[in-house]
């Protein structure tokens, strides 16, 4: 059974990828909270930490925004490398990387428990609604 990890009040999770959504950089506390080494995560598909639990319209709706050179910002449930998940606020940014291509910068950080309990019930409905 899969159990919820808790960030803690100053994990920043940050990661880097291309404008595929490939993953070129992982800091540390992303590393640690998803339970993944850092070559474990290069050059994966950010996807990896993707709950079943999200509904497919939130990451439309984030691809929609970020492609459009937006900043997107929302609730997202994630899983670790061993099944169990974690809740954070998103914010992600489109960028140019130092070699000129387009990329995106996503940072994160702990979400409150009535953040995290609305959400779950708006991505439950979602959820239902794709069926």
């Known amino acids: 059974m899969s159990k919820e990890i808790i960030l803690d009040d100053y994990a920043f999770l940050v990661s880097e990828t291309d404008e595929k959504g490939i993953i070129n950089f992982a800091n540390d506390d992303f590393c640690k ?11 994966k598909n950010h996807n ?8 497919k319209a939130a990451f439309k709706h984030l691809w929609d925004t970020i492609k459009q050179g ?23 940014f489109p960028f140019k990387t130092c070699d000129g291509s387009n990329g995106y910068l996503s940072c994160r950080r ?5 953040e ?9 409905q979602m959820k239902l609604e794709e069926k």
């Open 33 to 43: 909270i998803a339970g993944y080494e850092l070559e474990d995560l290069l050059r």
């Open 48 to 55: 990896i930490v993707r709950h079943q639990d999200m509904p």
């Open 70 to 92: 937006k900043v997107w910002d929302g609730y997202v449930k994630n899983k670790c490398k061993n099944g169990d998940y974690y809740w954070v606020y998103a914010t992600v």
């Open 116 to 124: 995290i309990e609305s959400h779950e019930k708006l991505y439950k």
């Open 110 to 114: 702990k979400a409150s428990r009535e």
